[in-house]
């Protein structure tokens, strides 16, 4: 069973920066597809950024050239990454980060992390 575990939310005002991290109890590389995802009260969870394995990294309009998704280059940490500048209050959300297993019948999620962007 993988395990995903994020940190790094948090509050922070309008314009700053916050990194998100998500921490895999197993090799991030043998998966599919990573990536994070976000949801407010009342709403569906809806995508942030998603990084299929060998293809390029998709955004959603809303975050692209704001926020950037990375992995731990050298696989050790099994980690990835959100780098979120320019926040602003609609960033505030639940975020979560999702893995989908090399087979793709199987998607793992984290606890989610709190980002609280005040005006």
């Known amino acids: 069973q993988v395990q995903l575990v994020e940190s790094g939310g948090g509050l922070v005002q309008a314009g700053g920066s916050l990194r998100l991290s998500c921490r895999a109890s197993?090799?991030?590389?043998?998966?599919?597809?990573t990536g994070w995802y976000r949801q407010t009260p009342g709403k569906q969870r809806e995508l942030v950024a998603n990084m299929p394995r060998a293809r390029p990294i998709n955004y959603a309009d809303s975050v692209r050239g704001r926020f950037t998704m990375s992995r731990d280059m050298d696989n050790k940490k099994n980690t990835i990454y959100l780098d979120m500048s320019r926040l602003q209050p609609e960033d505030t959300a639940v975020y979560y980060c999702?893995?989908?297993?090399?087979?793709?019948?199987?998607?793992?999620w984290g606890q989610g992390t709190q980002v609280t962007v005040s005006s």
């Open positions: 197993s090799g991030i590389l043998t998966f599919a597809a």
């Open positions: 999702y893995a989908l297993n090399f087979a793709r019948d199987r998607e793992y």
